[in-house]
């Protein structure tokens, strides 16, 4: 995998036009993350788009609710041809389990290829200490981001999302052939914003994630394809 396939740019914008907009500007980028936002204004709409266009297609929809509804969401997101998908993995493991049956269903009645499931192990806007005193949660943050990704490779899905500062120790516990996203993640160049625990591209990389997801560094800088050439052109430096 080349670099410019391990960067996914996030394409965190209100609506279709300005989704199209940044396709059109920067049609060197391959993959592209269809978050909540712009899924809830456009709709399917957008996937056709990008699809009609050969790209790739993260769907960050984070399903989170009781069994059968996840599965039932899961099923009808298979069913648009994405690339990967994901739901939380605080569901808890027999929603997992439903997922993982439900995009091959949804996948296979709709003659297109499954999408890989992968589990949110915790927002990369949590911070330590909001996770203790917030969430009431009395893990440290690392053990329970691997706690999670654990608990979703166990229940068969193909990955986690995790920041790019626990995906080192993810990488060791789960192994090769589990999938890790790294989102948030941050090149030295570029503001932090609400991302609480971040890397530099060329750091993630290193400490062993598959995919970056980066999104303002990219779509919010004055020359949106000077700043991709820069985080690709970094991450070629490590080949």
């Known amino acids: 995998m080349n670099a410019n396939e391990r960067v996914i740019v996030a394409l965190d914008v209100p609506d279709l036009e300005s989704a199209i907009a940044f396709v059109d500007k920067l049609p060197q980028v391959t993959f592209w993350k269809v978050g909540l936002e712009l ?6 709409r957008i996937l056709e788009i990008l699809k009609s266009r050969q790209k790739r297609i993260f769907l960050d929809l984070k399903f989170h609710d009781i069994p ?12 648009y041809g994405v690339d990967l998908l994901t739901i939380h993995s605080t569901n808890g493991k027999d929603a997992l389990k439903a997922a993982v049956e439900a995009v091959q269903v949804g996948a296979e009645k709709a003659g297109t290829k499954p999408p890989k499931l992968i589990a949110i192990t915790l927002l990369t806007s949590i911070s330590t200490r909001q996770l203790a005193f917030d969430l009431k949660i009395p893990l440290e943050l690392p053990e329970f981001a691997l706690q999670m990704a654990l608990l979703a490779q166990e229940s068969g899905l193909d990955g986690a999302v995790c920041s790019a500062q626990e995906v080192g ?12 996203v790294c989102p948030g993640v941050r090149p030295t160049w570029a503001e932090k914003a609400d991302q609480k625990r971040s890397l530099s591209p060329s750091q993630a990389i290193l400490a062993g994630a598959d995919y970056l997801v980066i999104g303002r560094p ?14 690709v052109e970094e991450i070629k430096t490590l080949s």
């Open 218 to 231: 990219i779509t919010a800088a004055a020359e949106p394809e000077l700043a991709w050439n820069q985080i």
């Open 68 to 79: 059968n509804t996840v599965a039932g969401a899961c099923r009808a997101a298979a069913s």
């Open 39 to 44: 899924f809830t204004s456009t709709g399917p």
């Open 169 to 180: 120790q993810l990488r060791e516990s789960c192994g090769n052939d589990f999938l890790l």
